[in-house]
């Protein structure tokens, strides 16, 4: 277990110093820094020396800046002129905005930074982490003379996965707050849960795990069925004194609805580590389902975009973790002499160049891999139709042929805007059915992939899924 100090998350602050270009440190200039999670930062100075930063030249690329500040030393990056303002004679202003930076040293360019590990705080983790945090019934008030002392204790940090050359655990921490007003006075405590990542292979920069962490952000939308954000996020460096990193990000609204969840913590915490090594180790083979699913919980959208993002996905997870989605193997299709060939051999040299090549690298090439029509067929077997329609019947055995022949003509309507086809396509209540019938369908094939049986997804759809 790693022995760090826990991280800091840094929400807002504010500082003073002075600042420079990293290649002009003599021309120096007084600023304020103030920077937020979600506004992101806007440094401004003044002085007489603005004008010898040629201020012109900043509005065409974001430049490095350096700071000597109340706070340490400071880098930001990718700074943005905003505004300036100059008088002869009299001191000038300039207002920078930035997105990111590091408290605790100069550095030149992003990717110098190596990063030991980073600390995120995602959307929905006090939900799903559900087992995990402070126990009240550890909780203790005791009274002093006159004193009154809150103990409580933060729960050990609970190791998630450990795989080839990374940790993943889950921590904890507090923010306490004191409120004032005219009729009350209240002390607050938040826990704060995240989730630590170490990358232990190599020299690993920031960019090296933005990746990595992003496939966190999928397993826990995978987990609590809607699109998970990170809210806080920071980074720090080996050596005595950390550096911290800051990171903008985007106000995420929470969802109000009632949340219903595939898994929380406490339903695989035995078997977390056998499970999210899997995850991560597939990592590659899965995203491109991943962004596909992430972005269809966004329910701003309209269903049509929903349903065009869970065909995809439904599609593209067969071909990549299905070994029966060819007629015949690649190797034998397109072996010399094969099927493709004798195929290619038949086009006519009349038609045009650019048709034949659609065809040759196109719909010949991969005319040995199953169509989406028999693609769904397989995939909405019995045993996951049983799945589909626990606690509630969306579609009946009976209907299933039915519904897959929609399906395929809706995609193909809004693939190929086929006229033929625009009466036969999912509309209103059908489509939001045949979105619910694809989002769970997605769902099952992720949450196999992970390890999980189909037994045990049945029984944890029966206890999650309410009526």
Request: proline share 3%; aromatic share 12%; net charge neutral.
């Amino acid at each position: 277990m790693p022995k760090e100090e826990e991280q800091e998350f840094i929400r807002e602050f504010e500082c003073k110093g002075e600042w420079w270009f990293p290649k002009n440190k003599g021309k120096k200039v007084c600023g304020i820094l103030r920077f937020n999670v979600e506004s992101g930062g806007k440094l401004e100075v003044v002085g007489r020396r603005i004008t010898i930063w040629n201020a012109s030249s900043l509005w065409l690329k974001p430049v490095t800046l350096f700071g000597s500040s109340d706070k340490g030393d400071i880098t930001l990056f990718d700074c943005s002129l905003s505004s300036s303002s100059a008088s002869l004679g009299k001191l000038s202003t300039a207002s920078f905005k930035f997105s990111e930076g590091v408290i605790g040293k100069h550095i030149l360019k992003k990717e110098e930074l190596v990063i030991q590990r980073v600390a995120v705080n995602y959307s929905y983790l006090n939900a799903w982490s559900d087992s995990f945090g402070i126990d009240p019934g550890e909780t203790l008030i005791s009274f002093v003379r006159e004193k009154e002392e809150l103990f409580f204790k933060l729960p050990q940090p609970f190791l998630l996965a450990k795989g080839n050359g990374y940790e993943i655990y889950l921590k904890a921490r507090s923010k306490k707050s004191f409120s004032l007003t005219d009729t009350s006075k209240q002390i607050m405590l938040e826990e704060i849960p995240y989730i630590e990542v170490l990358l232990k292979k190599g020299k690993n920069t920031l960019k090296d795990y933005q990746e990595f962490v992003k496939s966190m952000q999928y397993f826990l939308s995978l987990a609590v069925r809607e699109q998970v954000f990170p809210l806080l996020f920071t980074g720090a460096t080996s050596g005595r004194k950390p550096l911290i990193f800051f990171y903008r990000l985007s106000s995420i609204p929470v969802s109000e609805t009632l949340l219903v969840a595939n898994f929380a913590l406490s339903n695989i915490k035995e078997s977390i580590n056998e499970y999210l090594k899997k995850w991560i180790d597939e990592r590659e083979i899965l995203e491109p389902a991943c962004e596909l699913f992430f972005s269809s919980l966004n329910r701003n959208l309209f269903p049509e975009l929903r349903f065009s993002y869970l065909i995809q996905a439904v599609e593209g997870l067969h071909r990549a973790v299905y070994e029966n989605g060819k007629y015949i193997t690649d190797e034998e299709y397109r072996k010399e002499g094969g099927l493709y060939e004798t195929f290619v051999g038949v086009i006519p040299d009349s038609i045009l160049s650019d048709f034949k090549q659609s065809l040759v690298s196109g719909k010949l090439y991969y005319a040995n891999e199953y169509a989406l029509r028999k693609r769904l067929k397989g995939m909405l077997s019995d045993n996951y139709l049983e799945i589909i329609n626990i606690r509630k019947t969306i579609v009946k055995k009976e209907e299933r042929n039915g519904l897959i022949d929609k399906i395929v003509d809706t995609r193909n309507y809004y693939a190929h805007q086929d006229e033929e086809l625009k009466d036969k396509i999912l509309k209103g209540e059908e489509l939001e059915r045949a979105i619910e019938v694809l989002k769970a369908l997605t769902e099952i094939v992720l949450i196999s992939e992970m390890g999980i049986s189909v037994e045990e997804i049945k029984e944890l759809r029966r206890t999650l899924h309410p009526l």
